[in-house]
């Protein structure tokens, strides 16, 4: 064998023994099983009926509130949670960028100039300038580079889920805010027309007892009726207020806008869209598991990498340069280039940094599953949750409107009784009583069943879709 033939070789019988361990790498982690694996066939909870499972995607637009919708979107632009979302999402770009550029080789470009005497014979000055590219390159034999690439890309997913499930959250709450203060003016109407009948059933006994034909402790017990109906109304104008002042901190609206707002939307409670079914697959929607999903892919390339430390790394260099001698007024120039050194370092001992840093990252990972498990249990709870709480607002509807209508009509039939003469003070106080409860218990209902589809909307993701994070998140929240 001539010696170029036994110098070329001998890289290649240097490298023989890295291949062969890269055979014998640890393989990589697995991500737990697929959502749909993991998620329940069907839901234990009764479901609403008179619906369709696509009104999830279409949610606000199916409330037939339009202020609804745009204090949703007010909510959103205004949101620091999804500003801060947005801004993760740019952090986890930057750090893919540069584990990807980890794979490619570097280029440097260099440039000196230098002027001295070079030696003692020579008292004259040499000017030397120099200018050129010098190259690095890493191999990527063992993966390591290409499994922190690997994670970088599953927390730019997981962050651009993170803005959606920062945006459902907002709408949420939004939505949440704006039930109380639509329910709170529900109330409020309800009890100001209570407090004007106690006010006018005490000015009617307080003449009927000035004139003799009623006792006065019939004039006290409706005077006292009125006064406690006068208390009820201030109570239930100053949560209004509690509550105006919260949805309008929540939205950025000023409060006198917001007051023109709320007084465009419909006279009833928003209507929320019935649904028939939830399949089981709406939790695939959801962000916060596809986030912790992510966290697990990520968790397991960084198994990948800590793993890949224990090997020997080998990189190649290279440069190409121009250098220009000046000399007792005589120029020269010189070009050069080199291809190499080709390195390989290998880790002898450093006192079980590569070995802990490798029990870290499986106990990161360990953790991201366990996180990931708890997620789903907790979605499918909250789901349920919201399901029976449906349901049951379902199964009192009925009842609840009867029982409105029944008091109401034994209430009027009370009062004429007593204007007439025939009935006492303290029956109309009772059915006074007894039609406030069911009034009140009704706009209760209403907002119960509200919350809890606002609730279902969070719980199923609020028509999040895993085809949203192929694209990057827009610049504006959207209001689905």
Do not use: K
Not at 80 to 102: D, H, S
């Amino acid at each position: 064998m001539t010696r170029s033939a036994r110098s070329a070789l001998r890289p290649a019988l240097l490298l023989g023994p890295v291949l062969l361990a890269a055979c014998a790498a640890a393989p990589p982690l697995t991500p737990p099983r697929a959502l749909a694996e993991l998620a329940p066939a069907g839901w234990q909870a009764p479901l609403p009926h008179a619906g369709e499972p696509a009104a999830i995607a279409r949610w606000w637009q199916g409330w037939d509130d339009p202020v609804l919708a745009r204090v949703v979107d007010a909510a959103q632009a205004a949101s620091p949670t999804v500003a801060q979302a947005r801004t993760r999402i740019a952090q986890a770009r930057a750090e893919r960028i540069g584990a990807g550029a980890a794979l490619l080789p570097r280029v440097d470009g260099i440039a000196s100039a230098s002027r001295a005497i070079t030696s003692p014979l020579f008292p004259s000055p040499a000017t030397t300038l120099q200018a050129g590219l010098q190259a690095s390159w890493e191999l990527d034999l063992f993966g390591g580079l290409a499994q922190g690439r690997t994670a970088t890309d599953a927390r730019l997913l997981g962050a651009q889920a993170g803005w959606h499930e920062a945006r459902v959250s907002v709408a949420a709450e939004a939505a949440g805010s704006y039930i109380a203060v639509r329910t709170c003016d529900a109330l409020a109407a309800v009890t100001r027309d209570d407090a004007g009948s106690r006010a006018e059933t005490a000015r009617l006994t307080r003449l009927a007892a000035n004139a003799g034909f009623q006792a006065p402790a019939d004039a006290a017990l409706a005077d006292a009726s009125a006064a406690d109906g006068a208390v009820r109304l201030a109570q239930q104008d100053a949560q209004c207020a509690r509550d105006r002042h919260a949805l309008a901190a929540l939205t950025a609206i000023d409060e006198p806008t917001l007051r023109q707002l709320l007084a465009t939307a419909p006279g009833e409670l928003p209507a929320p869209p019935a649904i028939e079914a939830v399949p089981a697959r709406l939790l695939a929607q959801r962000p916060d598991l596809y986030t912790a999903e992510r966290d697990v892919v990520a968790a397991a390339a960084d198994v990948g990498q800590a793993d890949a430390q224990r090997y020997p790394r080998v990189t190649l260099g290279g440069s190409v340069t121009r250098v220009r001698f000046s000399f007792l007024g005589t120029d020269s120039t010189l070009n050069t280039w080199s291809a190499g050194p080709l390195a390989l370092s290998l880790p002898l001992f450093d006192g079980g940094v590569i070995g802990a840093n490798m029990d870290a990252a499986r106990a990161r990972y360990d953790e991201a599953v366990s996180v990931y498990q708890a997620r789903l249990r907790q979605a499918v709870r909250e789901v349920e949750s919201a399901l029976v709480d449906l349901d049951s607002t379902r199964q009192r509807e009925s009842d609840a409107a009867r029982a409105v209508e029944g008091f109401r009509i034994s209430f009027i039939a009370a009062e004429a009784r007593w204007r007439s003469g025939l009935g006492s003070l303290i029956d109309l106080e009772l059915q006074r009583r007894t039609l406030l409860t069911a009034q009140s218990s009704w706009v209760t209902l209403q907002q119960e069943r509200a919350a809890a589809l606002v609730a279902l909307y969070r719980a199923t993701g609020g028509g999040w879709s895993r085809e949203d994070v192929a694209a990057a998140a827009p610049t504006t929240p959207e209001t689905r």
